[in-house]
């Protein structure tokens, strides 16, 4: 996101199946970057509901969309000339 915006240096959008999920992802996120980094969110909206659940970190502002909720607002399209790469969850 450098040079596109001033707001932050990364995006990161990613899909949980159901609200619960992305909320388990939401969680997950905020646990790391606190436990491992010692960064605790600026700001964390859409928790309560769980469609879309933005967390801000300064340097990095992370979406967590349902996959309705991701079609919708279609950040992937708004953002496309950013750079981008693709991370796949392993299978367990």
């Known amino acids: 996101m450098r040079g596109l915006v001033d707001y932050t240096d990364y995006l990161i ?3 949980g ?12 996120i905020r646990l790391q970057m606190k436990n491992e980094h010692g960064v605790v969110a600026r700001k964390v909206e859409g928790a309560r509901e769980g469609d879309w659940i933005l967390i801000d970190l300064l ?3 992370v979406h967590v969309f ?14 496309r000339d950013a750079p981008r790469e693709t991370y796949v969850a392993a299978a367990s």
């Open 17 to 28: 199946q159901t609200p619960r999920q992305t909320k388990a992802i939401a969680d997950e």
């Open 13 to 15: 959008v990613c899909t």
């Open 59 to 61: 340097d990095v502002v």
């Open 66 to 79: 349902t996959p309705e909720a991701r079609d919708f607002y279609r950040l992937d399209r708004l953002w």
